[in-house]
């Protein structure tokens, strides 16, 4: 036993005075060695994935309160996420999505019902199968599942209907295990303007808008600027007691006119303010010739349709569809999600950036080489390849997104 811990006692002075990972050049390596690196850092360091749209892929997949889950503990044949592919991937921490279309807000309640029964399914999905998930409410909690081999499911609610016109629901959601809220979807909604919504109905944030960020940062709920306008953006950040994240927003400077994604001006913004952006992986996202040429194949699809008198569900249409959509529009490549990342690193620091993939929520339109959870790996090689190191992935993967996310605890519980 002595000799043990002398042995032990030596050996990690050895390690520590070996060469730090940072030295070990992975620009020179094969393709086939770099992908083993990379696999190597994606299962040894905490991945988190800023959004996933799992709740809603198990809402539309039927599940109600008396059937059964839709069961992600194995391989599906559909979808972008289960449990085996995650593993393969290396992801520990995809942030569930708690998604509330926008039409929920026109019924009084609905928003917030369908908040309620979404948390409940991911709940439902930690307790069915507890040797392989677990619910997350803290960056504690994350390293603590990890430890164990589990894969965590903290949660974030995608647009800030939910908390309906009641500031008080903003502390009951956090009580629920919201650890972000969307300001906004699809269409502005109390809060404030939303990107796809050109009305302007406050110009930005509401009054209300200004009251519920207050109240995040009191009660420690990350505010996620992702789907707000840019005014929307500005005034958050100008109120914020902490940082924010963008829980899955590209770089629109590869997107001019997208202004889901997030400018140069935002980016620096955020940055100043401490923050991470995390970079969204679905095609239009990330390739606005992508998203030009889905458009023209939408439509030519359209016409087909009419003039063959078949509708999109025949098998006959199908074929056609997906024959005729990767001839006319190759999806981009991995290396454009890459490019995103070296943008935010170039303009203001590799701290402010992470992923936010959107798997289960992009449909058919995600890049060759990152098609689903199991691929991350690809990802990371081809950082490496960019002459990134392990110190970088490791902030981009998960650092960047926990300082974030402590700061506003350590807020919350001076509040
Ligand atoms: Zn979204």
């Known amino acids: 036993m002595k000799n043990f811990l002398l042995f032990s006692f030596f050996a990690s002075l050895i390690i520590a005075c070996s060469p730090a990972e940072e030295t070990i050049d992975y620009t020179t390596m094969t393709d086939e060695e770099r992908l083993k690196a990379a696999t190597e850092i994606a299962q040894s360091t905490i991945m988190v994935d800023g959004h996933v749209d799992l709740p809603y892929r198990m809402k539309v997949g039927g599940f109600t309160l008396q059937r059964e889950i839709l069961d992600v503990s194995v391989r599906t044949p559909d979808g972008n996420f289960d449990y085996p592919r995650a593993k393969e991937g290396g992801l520990d921490a995809p942030f569930m999505s708690i998604y509330i279309p926008a039409s929920n807000q026109k019924i009084p309640g609905a928003s917030k019902a369908l908040a309620d029964s979404l948390i409940l399914m991911t709940e439902r999905l930690a307790a069915t199968f507890p040797d392989k998930f677990a619910m997350a409410y803290s960056p504690a909690d994350i390293e603590e599942n990890f430890a164990k081999g589990l894969i965590s499911l903290p949660m974030g609610m995608e647009n800030g209907a939910g908390i309906e016109d009641d500031l008080a629901n903003v502390e ?220 970088d992935i490791e902030k981009i993967c998960y650092k960047n997104v926990f300082r974030v996310w402590k700061a506003v605890e350590d807020f919350a519980a001076k509040s």
Request: no cysteine; aromatic share 10%; proline share 3%.
């Open 172 to 391: 009951y959601f956090h009580k629920r295990g919201i650890r972000y809220i969307t300001l906004t979807h699809g269409t502005d909604n109390l809060i404030g303007d939303a990107s796809y919504d050109t009305t302007g109905t406050y110009g930005g944030l509401s009054e209300f808008g200004e009251k519920v960020v207050a109240e995040m940062n009191r009660v420690g709920i990350m505010v996620d600027l992702s789907h707000v306008s840019d005014n929307t953006f500005r005034d958050a950040l100008a109120i914020t007691k902490v940082p924010v994240i963008a829980s899955h927003s590209s770089v629109r400077k590869f997107t001019p006119g997208f202004e889901r994604n997030m400018s140069d001006e935002l980016i620096q913004a955020m940055a100043k303010n401490g923050g991470v952006m995390m970079i969204n992986f679905g095609g239009s996202f990330i390739d606005s010739a992508y998203a030009a040429g889905g458009a023209k194949v939408r439509e030519h699809i359209v016409n087909w349709l009419a003039e063959n008198n078949l509708s999109r569900r025949d098998s006959a249409a199908q074929a056609y569809i997906s024959e005729y959509a990767a001839a006319n529009n190759p999806f981009p490549t991995v290396q454009k999600v890459a490019d995103h990342i070296d943008h935010v690193k170039n303009l203001v620091g590799i701290d402010y950036v992470g992923l936010g993939s959107d798997f289960d929520g992009v449909g058919d339109s995600l890049p060759t080489g990152l098609k689903d959870v199991s691929m991350f790996p690809n990802l990371i090689a081809e950082l490496l390849k960019r002459g990134y190191s392990k110190e």
